[in-house]
Structures are given as C-alpha cells and as structure tokens.
C-alpha cells in the first residue's frame, strides 16, 4: 500500500492546486496499474475532501501519531509533524521553503527523517539549500497532464478574437496583481484600438481563502475580466483551457518561486500557448509553446502575450509534439522507481547511526607484552 499524507486538520480541496491534482492522479494510475495506493487524512473522518474525488481511495485517521501505525509507504504531500514510522517515509516537496524562522526549523525537523522528492530540477536545488544536503541526494518526480488534456478537442474559434485565460489560485505570489496592471498596458490597449479582441477569463480557484475572497471581490468588479467558477475536475478543466488560445502564468517573483508550474503543461497539451514567468521551475514546463518572460514585470507580460498572438493559434503538429512531454505514465514511472530504490541512510538515521558508536563501550586496552630474551 502507497499512502499519500495531507496536511493534518485540512480536507483535500478540489480544483484549487497542483498539489491535490499530482496526487491524486497518482493515485488514480497506481490503482489503473493494480497497485494499491490511497489518500490519508487526519481528524476530519469522512468530512476530507473525499466527495470531489470520486474513485480515489481516503483513509482518516484521528491524530498525527496515527499516520505513524499505517503499513506500507508512507508519502507525505505536505508538512506534516514529526511521527516515528514503520517504513522509510518519503517527503514531497511542492512547494518553496518556508521564510518563517519557526517554520524552517519544524520542516527541517520533519524532513530529515524522511527522503525528500521534488517536483522539478529547479526545487530539488533550493530544497538542497534549504536542507544542507547534496542535491544529488533529493529524487525528482515531474507532475503531469492528466490525459483528458491532450485527448480534449478543440472548440472552434472565432477570427479576430482572443481567448485568454488566467487559471491559478487568487493570491497575490501567483501574480494576478501582474495580470491587473497589464490590462491597463499599452501594448493590449493598442491591439485593441487595431480590431483584435481580446477576452480575459479568471477562475475562482483559491476564493475561499482570506486573501483570495479580498482579490475575488475585486475582479467581480473589473468590467474587462470574466470571472468564472474552478474547474473541479480534469476533465473541467481539459475543456476550459480548449476553449482558450492563450493560458497566463505570471509569478510574484520576490518572494515566491514557483517549484514546476502543473497549469503550464496542462495549457499545452490543451493545445493552448502559454506566456510564462521565466522564473523558478516555469522554464521546465516547456513542451514547445512557452514564451518566457521576467517575473513581476506587467509590461513583459504584455510583451509576451502580444508575441504569443502574434505566433497565432497552436498547430496540430505543435499540440501533439507537446503532449509527449509529462505524461502521467512517465510520472508515475518515476515515482515507482524512486520508491522501489535502495535508500542512503536519511541524515536523521546518520546521526542516530553516530551516537549509536559514539555510546557504545570502548573496547579493552590492548596490553602489548615487552618479552624477554634468553
């Protein structure tokens, strides 16, 4: 059995991250493959999130130190306390380091007991930082395009209109501040003024958090932007992005490093073109219809969403070249295989491993006789 760990007290939210979508289409493949694999939750019973996940697995348990007593591979998704468990635990590391001083120090805590996974090449080598450990020694498991996204048709579209679409979290690091001020940019403006027109669509996903409900308010009452519900599913999702040309993903930048960027890959095999922060694991994304630009920049933004249009819609050949990269098959791949290898010790076991040598009893003195001679 592969339990996959939540956050403990926190349901496993629909439609809101990349984060919920990997694992559960992990899990989801890993049962597709005869594998058994489910989603692990604490103190909420039957109330986790389980009805928007229809098909996956959820076992609850009551405390943190529970999750410790389950058989099997334990893969923690998120931060998760300090329990003594069964069998070497794996951590996912999805998102930055916290800056918090408190913080650091209980992931530290939770983490060097655990062997950390990544999303990217770019995370693994922050995390390597952040932990003081050799990059080579932190395994990377790359997210993945559900197949719906490649599989979806496209819908027809309209000539001198462009459909664009903003599919991230309402919060302030995933840069929709920065998609606020390039509306207003001169660039847009002016496509505008010359008969292209362009429509500006915006998910809910992340409106039920504080700051989320804050920006939510704020784009019901901006007149050039279509704010619409989150995709709660894949396949919602595979259909919203086909009926769009064009998929941004700005990044804050300053003090947030998006680890891989799971929208992005999903645009593409969408057949969607997608204008990109060149900024943490964004530039891994690329399945050949990125346009990279400078992080918290809302007139690069503009620049890269004018070039985009200009490139025109995304080809046949294109879309299909695009969905040969981060399939779900080759993801999960790469977790069975990371799983499956013989592990270093974790730097918690070295030191136990240490005190364990340095406490045992020195070893008699050896008494070398001087002899005589006859």
């Not at 931060?79 to 794996?90: I, N, Q």
């Not at 002016?190 to 308010?217: C, M, N, S």
């Not at 009893?361 to 050896?366: A, I, K, L, T």
Request: glycine share 8%; hydrophobic share 40%; aromatic share 6%.
């Amino acid at each position: 059995m592969i339990s996959f760990v939540w956050a403990p007290g926190e349901p496993l939210p629909a439609g809101t991250g990349g984060s919920e979508n990997y694992t559960v289409g992990q899990v989801r493949e890993l049962h597709r493959r005869g594998v058994a694999a489910q989603v692990v939750t604490t103190g909420l019973g039957v109330h986790d999130g389980r009805d928007g996940f229809p098909g996956v697995p959820f076992h609850s348990v009551a405390r943190p130190a529970d999750v410790g007593q389950i058989d099997g591979t334990l893969v923690f998704i998120t931060e998760f306390p300090t329990v003594r468990t069964r069998r070497p635990a794996f951590q996912m590391l999805h998102v930055p380091p916290p800056a918090g001083d408190r913080r650091r120090e209980a992931m530290r805590a939770q983490t060097r007991d655990r062997h950390p996974v990544a999303t990217s090449r770019f995370a693994a080598r922050l995390w390597a930082d952040f932990l003081d450990v050799d990059v080579a020694t932190i395994d990377v498991v790359h997210p993945f395009a559900e197949t719906v996204f490649a599989a979806e048709p496209r819908s027809t579209r309209r000539p001198g209109v462009v459909r664009v679409l903003y599919a991230g979290r309402l919060s302030p690091e995933k840069g929709i501040y920065t998609l606020l001020s390039m509306l207003h940019h001169e660039l847009i403006t002016d496509l505008v003024d010359e008969g292209v027109e362009i429509t500006f669509t915006v998910t809910a996903a992340g409106a039920d958090k504080p700051q989320g409900r804050i920006i939510h308010r704020m784009l019901e009452a901006h007149a050039g932007i279509t704010l619409i519900d989150a995709a709660r599913t894949p396949e919602a999702m595979a259909t919203l992005m086909a009926e769009h040309d064009v998929v941004l993903m700005p990044s804050n930048g300053q003090y947030w490093h998006e680890t891989f960027g799971i929208v992005s890959i999903e645009a593409q095999h969408a057949g969607c073109r997608v204008v990109a922060s060149d900024d943490g694991g964004l530039p891994e994304t690329d399945c050949g219809l990125v346009t990279l630009v400078p992080a918290d920049d809302a007139s690069a933004l503009a620049v890269g969403l004018r070039h985009a249009i200009t490139l025109g819609p995304a080809g046949d050949a294109e879309r299909a070249h695009a969905t040969t990269r981060f399939t779900l098959e080759h993801s999960v791949d790469e977790l069975v295989d990371v799983l499956g290898r013989v592990r270093p010790p974790t730097p918690a076991q070295v030191v136990d491993q240490l005190e364990t040598l340095v406490a045992a009893p020195s070893p008699p003195p050896r008494l070398i006789g001087t002899g005589t001679s006859a």
